[in-house]
T-cell receptor, first 112, second 113 residues
Framework: QQQVKQSPQSLIVQKGGIPIINCAYE??????FPWYQQFPGKGPALLIA?????SEKKEGRFTISFNKSAKQFSLHIMDSQPGDSATYFC???????????FGGGTRVLVKP | DGGITQSPKYLFRKEGQNVTLSCEQN?????MYWYRQDPGQGLRLIYY???????QKGDIAEGYSVSREKKESFPLTVTSAQKNPTAFYLC????????????FGQGTRLTVV
């Protein structure tokens, strides 16, 4: 059972465009929602995270939007650059949780 | 430099052989994790350990074994019982007070030949 569903699987945008990646979760006990960025052949790195008490969080060009009632959250990459080309994973965990449940990943390609 | 070191980066194994993947961290993190990554399936948890000499099965533990004899080290053995071991394996660690903020190693790509 996939508890965190991520879409789309891949995305191509032109430089300056805004790729949007969506995630939906089933378990209402989840209360921490991070996004990880992974470059080919490397391990994922924490990019940005949100908790359900806020509806939006921005860090640089990356923004998370959170809709608690719909059990959905999304990542927007503003003014995307070719260097943002990577695979992005959403994840979720429970309160006092000790493990993350990951989505399936989205491969983003930003064309120059 | 603090971080997580996985070795080797590439590993080839013959069918029927056990193989051990190394993971060492010098971040003084209490928790350590092993994930398996396959295309289109995200990261799936194999095993995790919160403290030394204790570990729990994750979602896909069959065919794998681990040990946690030292805080810094969490080796993963892929046994011959694992039916489809070819994958990218990722080790991660996290501090006790932020257990879901995982820091990942660079991964080991295992290929069965």
């Amino acid at each position: 059972q996939q508890q965190v569903k991520q879409s789309p699987q891949s995305l191509i945008v032109q430089k300056g465009g805004i790729p949007i990646i969506n995630c939906a979760y089933e378990n209402t006990a989840f209360d921490y929602f991070p996004w990880y960025q992974q470059f080919p052949g490397k391990g994922p790195a924490l990019l940005i995270a949100i908790r359900p008490d806020v509806s939006e969080k921005k860090e640089g060009r990356f923004t998370i939007s959170f809709n608690k009632s719909a059990k959905q959250f999304s990542l927007h990459i503003m003014d995307s650059q070719p260097g943002d080309s990577a695979t992005y994973f959403c994840a979720a965990s429970k309160p006092a949780g000790n493990k993350l449940t990951f989505g399936g990943g989205t491969r983003v390609l930003v064309k120059p | 430099d603090g971080g997580i070191t996985q070795s080797p980066k590439y590993l080839f194994r013959k069918e029927g052989q056990n193989v051990t993947l190394s993971c060492e961290q010098n971040l003084n993190h209490d928790a350590m994790y092993w994930y398996r990554q396959d295309p289109g399936q995200g990261l799936r948890l194999i095993y995790y350990s919160q403290i030394v000499n204790d570990f729990q099965k994750g979602d896909i533990a069959e065919g794998y074994s681990v040990s946690r004899e030292k805080k810094e080290s969490f080796p993963l053995t892929v046994t011959s019982a694992q039916k489809n071991p070819t994958a990218f394996y990722l080790c991660a660690s996290s501090p006790w007070d932020r257990r879901t903020e995982a820091f990942f190693g660079q991964g080991t790509r295992l290929t069965v030949v």
